[in-house]
């Protein structure tokens, strides 16, 4: 089974909108993490959050900002006032250190595409 | 700031061929990750050092095998290639193990079998 799905495969906006990316996960831990990275199209991989499970805060950091919700075991990441630059595949992707300490199990991505 | 170093970044091999990927790791981070990215793919995890000892091991294949040395670099060694084995080959390191620490990821190495 997926740990980490992410619903949405593409998404395409215009510059300035606001979008939101999906993030649910699965789990039976109950210490748990969870990070979201972007892949421009350069093709590496750029770590933006990590989150752990007992820290429900929301948090924002410039126009990005992340919704964890444990009751729907969501961590959701929006982007506000896009731009084309924000243009790439974004990961979500879960850690279980009691299971397994160095494995992050990654979302299938989803690709964002940021028009003019 | 230092970070993950890949090397080299694209390779081309024959198929049967044998491959060698290197990671150095940033400077102090004693944890190297190892994962496959397919085309149009999620990353899939390999194999991961910790303090230079294998610390998990995903869907690696038996025809590859990584270590990491004392100076905490790591090298991945892919034997027999296949068409299939064509990918993004990524290297994370982390200071500390798992989860509750972020994974920096190197720029990937591009492997292409034909």
């Known amino acids: 089974a997926q740990k980490v799905t992410q619903a949405q495969t593409e998404i395409s906006v215009v510059e300035k909108e606001d979008v939101t990316l999906d993030c649910v996960y699965e789990?039976?831990?109950?210490?748990?993490?969870l990070f979201w990275y972007k892949q421009p199209p350069s093709g590496e991989l750029v770590f933006l959050i990590r989150r752990n499970s007992f820290d429900e805060q929301n948090e924002i950091s410039g126009r990005y900002s992340w919704n964890f919700q444990k009751s729907t075991s969501s961590f959701n990441f929006t982007i506000t006032a896009s731009q084309v630059v924000d243009s790439a595949v974004y990961f979500c992707a879960l850690s279980e250190p009691r299971y397994n300490f160095n494995k992050f199990y990654f979302g299938s991505g989803t690709k964002l595409n940021v028009k003019p | 700031a230092a970070g993950v170093i890949q090397s080299p970044r694209h390779l081309i091999k024959e198929k049967r061929e044998t491959a060698t990927l290197k990671c150095y790791p940033i400077?102090?981070?004693?944890?190297v990750y190892w994962y496959q990215q397919g085309p149009g793919q999620d990353p899939q995890f390999l194999i991961s050092?910790?303090?230079?000892?294998?610390?998990d091991k995903g869907s690696i294949p038996d025809r590859f095998s990584a270590q990491q040395f004392s100076d905490y670099h790591s090298e991945l060694n892919m034997s027999s290639l296949e068409l299939g084995d064509s990918a993004l080959y990524f290297c994370?390191?982390?200071?500390?193990?798992?989860?509750?620490?972020?994974?920096?990821f190197g720029q990937g190495t591009r492997l292409t079998v034909v």
């Open positions: 994370a390191s982390s200071l500390g193990r798992g989860g509750n620490t972020e994974a920096f």
């Open positions: 400077p102090r981070h004693d944890t």
């Open positions: 050092f910790y303090e230079k000892m294998q610390s």
């Open positions: 789990t039976r831990d109950t210490t748990y993490y």
